[in-house]
């Protein structure tokens, strides 16, 4: 008789421990229900942890063990999308998990900036300003940031604001933005585009300076091969570029006629007065011309151009100074 009342004083034991440990869980499962509203960030490379401990600390839920525990019976393996999302309090934990997996984030804001082929520093950088609600002071002090050029692996900005359409959300910071811009570039300035640029015998920043120039001066893309020969052809020999696009970044701005007086300025960037490449970019260059000095035509030996002056765009190219001379006259 002692014994039977041991055993089922045991098994009420039992089942009361049972029950008051499903009570509890059901406890830990009930969320807290004080119809608060919260934007909950579910960071990039969070493993469901972290995500459960943000949870909890969040008072999104009772407890972590319980967002752990539904997700290993319910999503084990499910990927969980980083982003901002709107949860309240009276979720259940299944459905914030759902959430989670679907990546259902709140709409951001965003605002969309075009940089066209061909500009200066300081044409893009207003636009950009003026396109995303950015600070120019700000952005002009990034473009003069020592540390924040050599964190992106650049010499400087001019160059490398690669021309595209671009959609930024609305709170992106100003670093971000510029540094989307900058890699974006380098999507098209690869190793594939490196290694061309080193067989035709130029260092990828010295790549990207001709670039420049052959954006400034080619208006049509199926002569931008042809210009960056003539360029290369006379690198090659020790010729002076004589490039009036160096000039015109030299006086700083563009005129449709340049002066002999204007040839003789004093710059660096003159290429009629000094040999060889200018210190840096003129312009940021586009796809076409950074594949244009990535795969130059050489093949006839053209050493000059001319434009025809006809509104297309287009240039008449010879292999002799005399040649050139021809071409002038034939033009005017």
């Known amino acids: 008789m002692r014994r039977k009342r041991v055993f089922v004083g045991g098994l009420i034991l039992l089942l009361t421990l049972g029950l008051t440990g499903l009570i509890f869980i059901r406890k830990l499962e009930t969320p807290p229900?004080?119809?608060?509203?919260?934007?909950?960030?579910?960071e990039r490379g969070w493993g469901v942890r972290d995500v459960a401990q943000a949870l909890e600390s969040s008072s999104l839920v009772r407890s972590k063990w319980i967002v752990l525990l539904n997700y290993r019976r319910n999503f084990a393996g499910a990927s969980l999308q980083a982003g901002n999302y709107s949860l309240n309090d009276t979720m259940e934990t299944d459905s914030i998990l759902a959430r989670f997996i679907a990546g259902d984030v709140v709409p951001v804001s965003t605002s969309w900036v075009t940089l066209p082929p061909g500009l200066r520093v300081e044409q893009s950088l207003p636009i950009i300003s003026q396109s995303l609600g950015i600070s120019l002071e700000e952005l002009e002090a990034l473009s003069g940031g020592i540390e924040y050029l050599e964190a992106m692996g650049i010499p400087c900005f001019e160059g490398y604001l690669f021309p595209e359409t671009y959609e930024f959300a609305d709170s992106i910071p100003a670093w971000n933005v510029i540094d989307i811009i900058v890699r974006t570039g380098f999507e098209v300035m690869d190793t594939e585009w490196k290694e061309k640029c080193e067989t035709v015998g130029l260092s990828p920043f010295d790549a990207v300076i001709l670039a420049?120039?052959?954006?400034?001066?080619?208006?049509?893309?199926?002569?931008?091969?042809?210009?960056?020969?003539?360029?290369?052809?006379?690198?090659r020999i020790n010729m002076r570029l004589e490039s009036c696009a160096t000039v015109q970044y030299a006086l700083g701005e563009v005129r449709e006629v340049?002066?002999?007086?204007?040839?003789?300025?004093?710059?660096?960037?003159?290429?009629?007065?000094?040999?060889?490449?200018?210190?840096?970019?003129?312009?940021?260059?586009?796809?076409?011309?950074?594949?244009?000095?990535?795969?130059?035509?050489?093949?006839?030996?053209?050493?000059?151009?001319?434009?025809?002056?006809?509104?297309?765009?287009?240039?008449?190219?010879?292999?002799?100074?005399?040649?050139?001379?021809?071409?002038i006259r034939s033009v005017r």
């Not at 229900?33 to 579910?42: A, P, R």
């Open 33 to 42: 229900g004080n119809d608060i509203t919260v934007e909950f960030t579910l």
């Open 212 to 235: 420049s120039i052959v954006e400034r001066e080619a208006a049509s893309d199926a002569e931008r091969d042809l210009v960056a020969g003539v360029f290369i052809n006379r690198l």
């Open 258 to 327: 340049l002066l002999f007086s204007d040839l003789e300025i004093e710059s660096p960037y003159n290429t009629y007065r000094n040999p060889g490449l200018p210190p840096a970019p003129i312009c940021s260059p586009g796809t076409a011309s950074l594949e244009a000095v990535a795969n130059p035509d050489t093949t006839e030996g053209y050493l000059f151009f001319v434009s025809r002056g006809d509104g297309s765009g287009e240039h008449l190219f010879a292999v002799s100074a005399a040649g050139h001379a021809r071409n």
